[in-house]
């Protein structure tokens, strides 16, 4: 498995699992687990998503989402889970 963390924050505002969501399916990039709140009019998701069957590479993916957190205001970022894992463990 090729797993990554992929995190969401921002002013809440319709569509924005939809938008992200559609990405990943578009990209055969299977969703995990997902865990999503809003707390006072903020959006905050966190995604574990396996890239393992997506054609394109990480740095492709990561770049992607990311002007796609922009197209709808929110920032997104992508983490490899070994490197998620590392920085929480310090």
């Known amino acids: 498995m090729n797993k990554t963390i992929i995190t ?3 002013k809440d505002n319709v569509g924005i699992i939809a ?7 578009n990209n055969h990039i299977n ?13 905050n998701m966190m995604m574990i998503v396996d890239l ?5 590479a990480f740095q492709d993916c990561a770049n992607e989402l990311s002007q796609i957190g922009d197209e ?3 920032t997104i970022r992508c983490q490899r889970e070994e ?8």
């Open 8 to 10: 969401v924050i921002g």
């Open 19 to 25: 938008k992200i969501c559609t990405y990943l399916a």
């Open 31 to 43: 969703i995990l687990d997902i865990n999503q709140t809003i707390v006072q009019d903020y959006f």
């Open 52 to 56: 393992e069957q997506s054609a394109k």
């Open 72 to 74: 709808i205001g929110v």
């Open 83 to 90: 490197i998620f894992n590392m920085m929480h463990r310090i």
